[in-house]
C-alpha cells in the first residue's frame, strides 16, 4: 500500500524521480534538446497547477526541483509533470520502454529555513556532487544558480515532439518565473542574503564531492564526457539496499522534526478512524486535514484546517 498523502496549500517539498533501470535517459545534449524538454513540461505543468517553483536541476537519470503547493495540487501537478516529461522523452529518445522506475518518488516536507537552504543547495549541487562536473554551474543540463533563485525567468519553446501544437494545452511558449520560499526572506531578511546562504551551502557541497572522490582516486568526469554519453548508459555506482525515503527534512532542528512526527501520528490515527466509519457506511464522516485520495476520488468531506 502506498503512503497516504497529506496535501495541503503551503506544503514546501523537495522531490526526484530516477529513471528505470537508471538508464541515462535525460543525459544532456549539446544542442540542448532535452533541457528544452524539461524547462517546458516543468513550466505547462507549475502553471496549471498553482505550484511555485524554488529550483530546478535535470541530471542524466533523475529530475530534483523544490516546490511550494500554493492550492494543494501537489499530486495533480507531479502526475502531469512525470507524464508528460516522459511522453516526450520517449519521442525525443525513440525509447519504447518506461522512463521511470516504479519506487516511490522522492518527496520530503522542508519543515525549517535551514532544511529549504539545505534542499536548495542540494538540488543546485548535483552536477558535482553526482560526479560529473567540479562545479555544479559547468553542468551542461537544465539547471538553477544560487542567484537564480526569486528572479530568473525561463522562456522555453514548445519541443517538437509528442505535443500538439494544435491543442492550446500547448502553449508556443512557456514561461516560468523561479520564486522563493517566503519564510526563507523572513529568515534571512533579503533575497541577497538568501542568494548568500544557498550559494555557501553549494560550495560546501562541491568541496565534498572533489574530497569523497579524491580519496576514492577518482576524478570529476568532465563537460565534454558528460555531453559523449549515451541515453542508453546506466549508473553502475551500487544501490545501498533498505535506504529510507524520508517525509520530513528540519535541517538539525530535532523540536521542529518531533513535532511533525506528532502531527503525522496523529493524521494517521484520525484517518484510521474515519476510514473504518467509511466502510461501515458512514458517508457523513470527516476525515482529517491534509486528506487527499478520499476527498478527490470519493469526494469524502474533510477537515478545512488541522
Not at 206 to 229: D, P
Request: with cysteine; proline share 5%; aromatic share 10%.
Amino acid at each position: 500500500m502506498s503512503k497516504r498523502r497529506q496535501v495541503y496549500a503551503g506544503k514546501i517539498t523537495g522531490n526526484s524521480r530516477r529513471t528505470t533501470c537508471r538508464f541515462h535517459l535525460f543525459t544532456p545534449d549539446a544542442e540542448g534538446v532535452m533541457a528544452q524538454i524539461f524547462w517546458y513540461c516543468l513550466a505547462v505543468s507549475a502553471n496549471e497547477h498553482d505550484i511555485a517553483v524554488y529550483a530546478a536541476t535535470l541530471l542524466s537519470t533523475h529530475p530534483h526541483y523544490s516546490t511550494g503547493d500554493r492550492s494543494g495540487r501537489l499530486p495533480k501537478f507531479k502526475q502531469m509533470f512525470h507524464r508528460i516529461l516522459a511522453m516526450c522523452t520517449k519521442r525525443f529518445r525513440n525509447w519504447d520502454e518506461s522512463v521511470f522506475n516504479r519506487s516511490a518518488p522522492g518527496e520530503h516536507e522542508l519543515l525549517t529555513p535551514q532544511a529549504m537552504v539545505n534542499d536548495l543547495a542540494y538540488t543546485i549541487a548535483n552536477g558535482a556532487t553526482s560526479g560529473a562536473v567540479r562545479r555544479s554551474a559547468d553542468w551542461p543540463g537544465a539547471k538553477t544558480l544560487a542567484t537564480d533563485i526569486g528572479t530568473l525567468v525561463v522562456r522555453v519553446e514548445r519541443p517538437p515532439y509528442w505535443f500538439n501544437p494544435k491543442n492550446p494545452k500547448w502553449p508556443k511558449v512557456a514561461e516560468l518565473k523561479l520564486e522563493v520560499p517566503e519564510l526563507l526572506l523572513e529568515h534571512y531578511g533579503s533575497l541577497e542574503a538568501v542568494h548568500v546562504a544557498v550559494a555557501e551551502r553549494v560550495a560546501e557541497l562541491e568541496e565534498e564531492a572533489a574530497r569523497e572522490l579524491a580519496s576514492e582516486g577518482r576524478s570529476f568526469q568532465g563537460v565534454r564526457r558528460v555531453l559523449r554519453g549515451k541515453p542508453t548508459d546506466r549508473s553502475r555506482t551500487p544501490i545501498v539496499s533498505g535506504q529510507r525515503n524520508p517525509e520530513f527534512a528540519a535541517g538539525g532542528d530535532k523540536v521542529a522534526l518531533r513535532a511533525a512526527i506528532a502531527l503525522r501520528r496523529a493524521f494517521d490515527a484520525a484517518y484510521d478512524d474515519a476510514l473504518a466509519k467509511w466502510r461501515d457506511g458512514d458517508r457523513d464522516v470527516v476525515f482529517p486535514f491534509g486528506t487527499w485520495w478520499m476527498r478527490v476520488h470519493h469526494r469524502a468531506r474533510c477537515a478545512t484546517s488541522r
